[in-house]
């Protein structure tokens, strides 16, 4: 049980374009869920915080209106990297915890974006 | 705010052996957990074990196991009778005020 999906697993695209990444909960409701960003053999950097129904949380120095979050259900949050620039390019990776999780987040296998 | 740090950026252990990582943080929140998680090649981040701070008991899980000393913020993980597939970098978390906060990583290699 646990299962936390993200797709597309990889995605390049061209420098300006906006690009749509998919975090799923399989088997339980997630009642929030977490964006991270990891750089090449570096620590997980929380992005930001949703939940379900409500606005997403920033973390400070991270751009809502670059890394737009949309939690429409309890199954599923989405991060959509607006007019994408090389430096975006990055390993994302998405968890969730549920009601009954005692706080352990259940991560998806992320998403490697590659901005030309 | 919470801090984790790790300190040990590589560490190895001949398999079979017993290797220690070690993992200190600082937080203001009163009620907290704290997390080892492992992150192999494949990049998929796969909880080891969990502390809940309110427990004075060690948690173990099998092979692994934590020395918890909460007045020194430590928290540390051993893990016993290492086998090939423990090599993976190993994340420290502490998770307060709804928010996980992680240390820069140990990457453990198992020497066959």
């Known amino acids: 049980g646990a299962v936390v999906s993200q797709h597309p697993s990889r995605v390049i695209c061209k420098s300006g374009t906006s690009v749509k990444i998919e975090c799923r909960s399989l088997d339980f409701q997630a009642t929030t869920m977490f964006w991270y960003r990891q750089f090449p053999k570096k620590s997980l950097m929380l992005m930001a915080t949703?939940?379900?129904?409500?606005?997403?949380?920033?973390e400070q120095g991270v751009e809502k209106d670059k890394f737009l979050i949309n939690h429409a259900s309890l199954t599923l949050s989405t991060l959509t990297v607006t007019s994408a620039h090389p430096e975006d390019s990055s390993f994302y990776i998405c968890?969730?915890?549920?009601?009954?999780?005692?706080?352990?987040?259940?991560f998806g296998p992320g998403t490697r974006l590659t901005v030309l | 705010a919470q801090t984790v740090t790790q300190s040990q950026p590589e560490m190895s252990v001949q398999e079979a052996e017993t290797v220690t990582l070690s993992c200190t943080y600082d937080t203001s929140e009163s009620d907290y957990y704290l997390f080892w998680y492992k992150q192999p090649p494949s990049r998929q981040m796969i909880l080891v074990i969990r502390?809940?701070?309110?427990?004075?008991q060690n948690a173990t899980e099998n092979r692994f196991s934590v020395n918890f000393q909460k007045a020194a913020k430590s928290f540390s993980l051993k893990i016993s009778d290492s086998q090939l597939g423990d090599a993976a970098m190993y994340f420290c978390?502490?998770?307060?005020?709804?928010?996980?906060?992680f240390g820069t990583g140990t990457r453990l290699t198992i020497i066959p």
């Open positions: 968890s969730a915890t549920s009601r009954d999780g005692y706080n352990e987040q259940f």
């Open positions: 949703s939940n379900e129904g409500s606005k997403a949380t920033y």
């Open positions: 502390q809940e701070a309110y427990k004075q």
């Open positions: 978390g502490s998770f307060g005020n709804e928010k996980l906060t």
